[in-house]
């Protein structure tokens, strides 16, 4: 380690004094003026206010929020006693193991990392030095966060849910959107700003003339759906696997088995009373899921890419994808058998469906 000369006096000549014998297991005989060496500080990771950084490694904090299985969610018994869990949190655990990092995750709002266009409060204050699960989305975020490589290889596709009538979609699939209002969930990918980007699947055009707005804070994905029921607005641009994860069963249980943090009652009802005319739309994402997200230029992805590429060739995360059931979307490597990408409805492209609507997933129509 680096030794820097200090001169000091009375107290400080002692603290240094300490230093060096901790440093050095050395012994030390301050005088009332002496000269004595030191370890120069070499910051090992973005610091953190509060956190005592890291000495022989980098000490890394990382937020996530509890209501997005199976990437991020709070696991029960037998899986855990309340703590934080999901693909997120087991890549970190890995990836920490294995290039010897002081990885430690932490719950916090989704809304605290980005929310409404803008990086989140607490990240841009740099409470935690990132948050994890996030997609590299296009446009905003990418101007104002630095990404680590994806953990998975799939970039999720976003789709568009409608409310039915009758089993009819109010938004016909061939729709190019113009007028129609439309609500984006707020403080989740995708962003608002890629709609434009994106194409209908059904008719290859891009989308115009939508009137977009934003879903609260507090429940993002709650707001945005009752407000799609109430008649509101009558589209929401989300994720496209969104309301299949967000299923419950008589419990009120998520696939995962965690207790739902979600309006169950009102989700229950896809495919009967609302369902995607878009789906498979990836062009939305520059990469899939990251396992931080961190202030641009705070060195975050710097320190995580090399173990990340690493973690995602190893036996220990392709049993973390077969415990999560994402190994279609997974990062494939040697330990993977071989097998089909893109078997379930919300990853094809709404023109490979012949679903009906009661599916929860419209085919194009005629």
Same mark, same amino acid.
């Not at 990437?71 to 309340?82: F, I, K, W």
């Given at each position: 380690?680096?030794?820097?000369?200090?001169?000091?006096?009375?107290?400080?000549?002692?603290?240094?004094?300490?230093?060096?014998?901790?440093?050095?297991?050395?012994?030390?005989?301050?005088?009332?003026?002496?000269?004595?060496?030191?370890?120069?500080?070499?910051?090992?990771?973005?610091?953190?206010?509060?956190?005592?950084?890291?000495?022989?490694?980098?000490?890394?904090?990382?937020?996530?929020?509890?209501?997005?299985?199976?990437?991020?969610?709070?696991?029960? =018994?037998?899986? &855990? *006693?309340?703590?934080? /869990? +999901?693909?997120?949190?087991?890549?970190?655990? $890995? #990836?920490?193991?294995?290039?010897?990092?002081?990885?430690?995750?932490?719950?916090?709002?989704?809304?605290?990392?980005?929310?409404?266009?803008?990086?989140?409060?607490?990240?841009?204050?740099?409470?935690?030095?990132?948050?994890?699960?996030?997609?590299?989305?296009?446009?905003?975020?990418?101007?104002?966060?630095?990404?680590?490589? =994806?953990?998975? &290889? *799939?970039?999720?596709? /976003? +789709?568009?849910?409608?409310?039915?009538?009758? $089993? #009819?979609?109010?938004?016909?699939?061939?729709?190019?959107?113009?007028?129609?209002?439309?609500?984006?969930?707020?403080?989740?990918?995708?962003?608002?700003?890629?709609?434009?980007?994106?194409?209908?699947?059904?008719?290859?055009?891009?989308?115009?003339?939508?009137?977009?707005?934003?879903?609260?804070?507090?429940?993002?994905?709650?707001?945005?759906?009752?407000?799609?029921?109430?008649?509101?607005?009558?589209?929401?641009?989300?994720?496209?696997?969104?309301?299949?994860?967000?299923?419950?069963?008589?419990?009120?249980?998520?696939?995962?088995?965690?207790?739902?943090?979600?309006?169950?009652?009102?989700?229950?009802?896809?495919?009967?009373?609302?369902?995607?005319?878009?789906?498979?739309?990836?062009?939305?994402?520059?990469?899939?899921?990251?396992?931080?997200?961190?202030?641009?230029?705070?060195?975050?992805?710097?320190?995580?890419?090399?173990?990340?590429?690493?973690?995602?060739?190893?036996?220990?995360?392709?049993?973390?994808?077969?415990?999560?059931?994402?190994?279609?979307?997974?990062?494939?490597?040697?330990?993977?058998?071989?097998?089909?990408?893109?078997?379930?409805?919300?990853?094809?492209?709404?023109?490979?469906?012949?679903?009906?609507?009661?599916?929860?997933?419209?085919?194009?129509?005629?």
């Amino acid at each position: 380690m680096p030794i820097q000369k200090m001169r000091r006096d009375g107290q400080f000549a002692i603290i240094a004094c300490i230093l060096a014998i901790v440093d050095a297991q050395q012994t030390c005989t301050p005088a009332a003026d002496v000269e004595v060496d030191i370890p120069a500080y070499e910051p090992r990771e973005p610091a953190v206010p509060g956190l005592m950084p890291g000495l022989t490694k980098p000490r890394i904090v990382l937020a996530q929020d509890t209501d997005w299985p199976p990437y991020a969610y709070m696991a029960l =018994p037998p899986e &855990g *006693d309340l703590v934080l /869990a +999901g693909l997120g949190h087991d890549v970190a655990m $890995g #990836v920490a193991k294995m290039c010897n990092l002081d990885i430690t995750m932490t719950e916090a709002k989704w809304s605290e990392c980005w929310s409404s266009g803008r990086i989140g409060t607490s990240l841009l204050s740099g409470y935690y030095s990132g948050c994890s699960t996030y997609t590299h989305t296009h446009g905003q975020r990418n101007r104002q966060m630095e990404f680590t490589h =994806p953990i998975l &290889g *799939d970039k999720i596709p /976003a +789709g568009i849910l409608t409310r039915l009538v009758n $089993g #009819v979609p109010v938004i016909n699939g061939k729709s190019n959107l113009n007028g129609v209002k439309i609500i984006d969930v707020t403080g989740w990918a995708p962003t608002a700003d890629t709609l434009a980007i994106v194409t209908n699947t059904c008719t290859g055009a891009k989308f115009s003339g939508f009137v977009m707005s934003q879903s609260t804070t507090a429940t993002p994905n709650d707001d945005a759906l009752s407000k799609l029921l109430a008649g509101t607005v009558d589209a929401i641009w989300i994720y496209a696997n969104q309301a299949k994860n967000y299923q419950c069963d008589a419990n009120g249980k998520g696939p995962t088995g965690a207790i739902a943090t979600w309006n169950c009652a009102n989700w229950n009802k896809f495919g009967k009373d609302f369902a995607y005319v878009q789906t498979g739309m990836g062009s939305h994402a520059l990469n899939g899921t990251t396992l931080g997200v961190s202030k641009r230029g705070s060195g975050l992805a710097e320190i995580l890419n090399p173990c990340i590429d690493k973690f995602i060739k190893t036996k220990e995360y392709y049993d973390i994808c077969v415990k999560h059931k994402l190994t279609t979307t997974c990062w494939p490597n040697a330990h993977f058998p071989n097998q089909g990408v893109g078997t379930e409805d919300w990853e094809r492209k709404t023109s490979a469906l012949t679903s009906a609507c009661s599916t929860g997933y419209c085919k194009c129509p005629a």
